[in-house]
């Protein structure tokens, strides 16, 4: 079963809207840890933000703001006011220790953000 | 800051041919990981090594092998290429020990197979 899910394919805003890209975890493990990464059409995974199980509290960096909510196995990310630069695939991963020796994320398959200048 | 060195880059290689890719880490990094992300895909865990040693095995093919030197570098070995095997091959490094294990992504090594 898919550890981590991202509905959302493909987002398509212009700039300066907000937008919440999804992502939905499963683990039973009650040490985990979430992740979101950027991965501009360039290539490279550029690491965002490190959430673990035990901190609920939101987060905003920016233009950048992450929702966790373990109730609905949630970690949501928004970007206000987004910018042509936003345009990437972002990713969510989930590492947990189930299933291995050591914390290996997982990955969601991602949502490619297009912003329309 | 340094990051994760991920060489060559770019990679074009024959059907059955053998490639190598290198991987240098964060500095005092202990943990490297190799995923390897097919076009349109999400990255995919192959293998990690913890202070040189395996630690985990994902879904490397038996064509594959990997180590971890005593400099903390890694390379990963991929014999019998096929076409299946282009794709973005990246290498990360984390910490262990702190909480999280915050894991950096090399900029990747894109290999084409034809």
């Known amino acids: 079963a898919q550890k981590v899910t991202q509905a959302q394919t493909e987002i398509s805003v212009v700039e300066k809207e907000d937008v919440t890209l999804d992502c939905v975890y499963e683990?039973?493990?009650?040490?985990?840890?979430l992740f979101w990464y950027k991965q501009p059409p360039s290539g490279e995974l550029v690491f965002l933000i490190r959430r673990n199980s035990f901190d609920e509290q939101n987060e905003i960096s920016g233009r950048y703001s992450w929702n966790f909510q373990k109730s609905t196995s949630s970690f949501n990310f928004t970007i206000t006011a987004s910018q042509v630069v936003d345009s990437a695939v972002y990713f969510c991963?989930?590492?947990?220790?189930?299933?291995?020796?050591?914390?290996?994320?997982?990955f969601g398959r991602g949502t490619s953000l297009i912003v329309h200048p | 800051a340094a990051g994760v060195i991920q060489s060559p880059r770019h990679l074009i290689k024959e059907k059955r041919e053998t490639a190598t890719l290198k991987c240098y880490p964060i500095?005092?990094?202990?943990?490297v990981y190799w995923y390897q992300q097919g076009p349109g895909q999400d990255p995919q865990f192959l293998i990690s090594f913890y202070e040189k040693m395996q630690s985990d095995k994902g879904s490397i093919p038996d064509r594959f092998s990997a180590q971890q030197f005593s400099d903390y570098h890694s390379e990963l070995n991929m014999s019998s290429l096929e076409l299946g095997d282009s794709a973005l091959y990246f290498c990360?490094?984390?910490?262990?020990?702190?909480?999280?294990?915050?894991?950096?992504f090399g900029e990747g090594s894109w290999l084409t197979v034809v």
């Open positions: 683990t039973r493990d009650t040490t985990y840890y």
């Open positions: 500095p005092r990094h202990d943990t």
């Open positions: 991963a989930l590492s947990d220790i189930l299933g291995g020796g050591s914390y290996i994320p997982t």
């Open positions: 990360a490094s984390s910490l262990q020990g702190l909480a999280g294990n915050t894991i950096y």
